[in-house]
């Protein structure tokens, strides 16, 4: 299985085409995450792969760090941004362990379709803890691989043996819960659009 940022930079260029599958879905989780913006809010997006919906979310706070393992995803977001006249958008490379951040520094940090794709997703969630404010929140939106039919749970190591799908972990939603209860959070709201997904905001 090739490293999460080989895998992301050769697929930079088609995951940028990419639609989204559920418009209705992913409308619903802009408008309740542009609910509890601030003007003066800075926000920290990791895994924000090409960049769309940091854009979207930049004229409601102050300013957002957005941050991707993939140097190919993040020029292409960085384009996104020149083209739109977007500038209180900043892109880096890095992930939440190798970047030099400083804690409590975020009012929002948002990890959307990312904490299923780590290898070590109570890491990331401790850290997103440290870097928010006290009250801060954490909005995630997460697929639930264990959820999936039996034939995608089948199916995705031969792909990740293929080099057509990358890590994925397999925890439930309760899980998820348990880890961000057990990092400090208290859940804020939560949907599931479908059984294989979850939309979360947590709060510090």
């Not at 780590?118 to 928010?132: D, F, G, K, Q, S």
Request: proline share 3%.
């Amino acid at each position: 299985m090739k490293s999460s940022k080989e895998f992301w930079d050769k697929s930079a260029q088609r995951y940028a085409k990419s639609q989204v599958r559920d418009e209705a879905s992913y409308q619903k989780k802009l408008a309740i995450t542009q609910g509890y913006f601030q003007p003066n809010w800075s926000v920290l997006e990791f895994g924000c792969g090409t960049g769309s919906t940091a854009l979207v979310h930049a004229p409601h706070v102050k300013e957002i760090l957005a941050t991707d393992i993939s140097d190919k995803m993040l020029e292409i977001a960085a384009q996104k941004a020149r083209d739109a006249g977007v500038e209180n958008v900043r892109f880096q490379q890095g992930t939440l362990e190798s970047l030099a951040l400083e804690a409590g520094s975020f009012d929002a940090v948002l990890g959307l379709n990312i904490l299923h794709l780590l290898e070590n997703p109570e890491t990331a969630i401790a850290r997103v803890h440290e870097l928010l404010k006290p009250g801060g929140v954490f909005v995630s939106s997460t697929a639930l691989v264990g959820e999936l039919m039996v034939l995608w749970r089948l199916l995705i190591p031969a792909m990740q043996a293929m080099g057509l799908a990358p890590f994925v972990n397999r925890f439930s939603r309760q899980s998820l819960v348990t880890m961000l209860t057990n990092a400090g959070f208290s859940i804020d709201y939560e949907w599931q659009p479908g059984k294989s997904s979850v939309f979360l905001v947590a709060r510090k």
